[in-house]
């Protein structure tokens, strides 16, 4: 169960995961504990080396915690599943295979039909580009490929890993504002990992904050604003990103 | 058309080099044959016209035996190459027997390939296979060895199984490595080829044409064979470079 008492779509549950073995072992997080509601949005922030890329991949089945465990929608999760998506930084995209190719890769490997993905491409504005391969696309264009390519098997659960590290503010933005409408529009659950106190503030209902090495959850900040109209630009956003700021500290 | 007009220019070039050196030998080597033993273009040339029809057999026969060699190494190193360079344990395991095994010449196994063949041409085709699998196989390894992280990671992520995975990053992003691999041993391989068809005489062979021509003093014959193995040479690299730009066309945008 969550804080408000409303049912959780993912729990992690006194998670903890360590690298190496016998001496050579590294913590890297323990004792995580989080609920997550269906629909909901959470961004994971924190220090570098403080694990919140690992909890990602572990909630998405790549790895598996030391101690702990993890379930997604009341299943323990021990590999990749199909209902969750995983974006990570600069797309992920394979840089042989065309716009389209990377596109419908999650569904061609389940041999499920890809008829719908065109039209899906045409929605993010990238359906011109699809016989163009990744080098030939910009750093935007590269992130929208990554998330038709999320969106394409309609994932519950959409996971995304510093999705927008490498690209400029302007696109960054632009591809921020694009999250929040498809999140807005199909209401799925997502996690977001990110460096960015702002970008943590535009699209985090709530904002988990880790610590460092090893890495626990430090504190957790409700972000009611978040997906307000016009919220990117009003006083209450500065003010969050400065409370985020300080419990960053 | 540019790459067109730079072996145009590679070929002017080669021939004026060639002409100069077969006009420059007698005067720098002090020796009565310098004279001979490397005639002037127009010479060979007009010789290989003559020779054409006996050529053209010899062309052929040394042409199949690289080009079986060629696709039997890409069908067990290629394959070979990508498990042990992929999965780490079986790398731990297999590298220290690659190492092993890589220094020794391959053409030392000559004589037991013919015994093994009782003299046919599999010996000649598996001798080149032996020479080109260690170059792929070692390629392939290292390739699949590093395959970018976030490439494995976000097809995992996507569900894939293991066999989905060799298919979709393992071998296209290994292939150009692989590729490049095969162009670079093709050298080697005809190097192997000369060795293989004048070891034990084969009816037909570039190898044997040059050799036998060189023990009947007919240099022009000789430097004839030497130009076709170099056309033949020429026409694997074109062929592996075709082959890389359909494959790997993403690498060329």
């Given amino acids: 169960m969550t804080q408000d008492g409303s049912s959780s779509y993912i729990e992690l549950c006194n998670l903890s995961l360590a690298y190496g073995s016998g001496d ?37 089945g790549l790895l598996s915690p ?5 379930t997604v929608g009341g299943d323990v999760v021990e590999k990749p599943r199909r209902d969750v998506s995983l974006i990570l930084q600069d797309a992920g995209l394979l840089p042989w295979k065309t716009v389209w190719q990377n596109a ?15 039209q899906q491409l ?51 933005e632009h591809i921020q504002n694009l999250f929040l409408e498809l999140w807005i ?51 209450a956003f500065y003010e969050q990103v400065i409370q985020l700021r300080k419990a960053f500290q | 058309m540019k790459q067109v007009l730079g072996y145009l220019v590679s070929v002017v070039v080669l021939l004026l080099l060639w002409w100069l050196a077969s006009a420059t030998f007698p005067v720098i080597f002090n020796n009565p044959l310098a004279q001979k033993v490397l005639p002037p273009p127009f010479e ?24 079986w060699g060629l696709l039997l190494s890409l069908t067990f190193a290629v394959p070979a190459g990508l498990i042990i360079g992929f999965e780490r344990r079986l790398n731990q395991m297999m590298s220290p027997l690659v190492y092993l095994t890589y220094p020794v010449p391959k053409v030392v196994f000559l004589p037991i390939l013919f015994v093994l063949f009782n003299l046919e041409d599999g010996s000649r085709i598996a001798l080149i296979t032996l020479v080109l699998s260690f170059q792929i196989l070692l390629s392939a390894r290292d390739a699949a060895q590093n395959i970018a992280a976030r490439h494995t990671l976000s097809v995992r ?55 036998e021509n060189f023990q009947l003093n007919g240099y022009a014959k000789v430097t004839a064979g030497i130009l076709m193995m170099g056309v033949l040479g020429f026409l694997f690299y074109i062929l592996l470079d075709l082959l890389e730009r359909l494959l790997c066309r993403w690498k060329f945008r």
Wanted: aromatic share 6%.
């Fill in chain 1, 24 to 60: 050579a072992q590294t913590l890297v997080f323990e004792g995580v504990n989080l609920s997550v509601r269906s629909g909901e949005s959470v961004a994971l922030i924190g220090p570098s080396g403080c694990g919140k890329t690992s909890i990602l991949f572990a909630l998405s």
């Fill in chain 1, 66 to 70: 030391n101690a702990g465990h993890i």
């Fill in chain 1, 104 to 118: 419908i890769l999650s569904l061609k490997l389940a041999g499920d039909p890809t008829g719908h993905v065109m």
């Fill in chain 1, 122 to 172: 045409q929605e993010l504005d990238i359906a011109q580009l699809a016989h163009r391969y990744p080098s030939e696309l910009s750093g935007g264009q590269r992130q929208r490929v990554g998330i038709a390519r999320a969106l394409a098997a309609d994932p519950s659960l959409l996971l995304m890993d510093e999705p927008l590290a490498s690209l400029d503010t302007y696109t960054k």
């Fill in chain 1, 185 to 235: 529009k199909r209401r799925h659950t997502q996690v977001l990992v990110t460096h960015d106190l702002e970008e943590a503030v535009f699209l985090g209902q709530r904002i988990v904050v880790l610590s460092a090495s090893p890495g626990g959850i430090r504190t957790v900040l409700d972000n009611p604003g978040m997906g307000t109209s016009d919220w990117r630009n009003s006083d």
């Fill in chain 2, 44 to 67: 060979v040339l007009t010789m290989l016209g003559k020779e054409w029809s006996k050529m053209g057999n010899h062309f052929i026969a040394s042409g199949l035996r690289v080009l």
């Fill in chain 2, 157 to 211: 992520s996507a569900g894939a199984n293991r066999w989905q995975l060799y298919a979709h990053v393992v071998f296209p992003a290994s292939l150009p490595a692989i590729l490049t691999a095969a162009r670079i041993s093709i050298g080697l391989a005809f190097a192997t080829l000369y060795l293989a068809e004048t070891f034990v005489r084969p009816r037909y062979g570039l190898g044997k044409y040059i050799l």
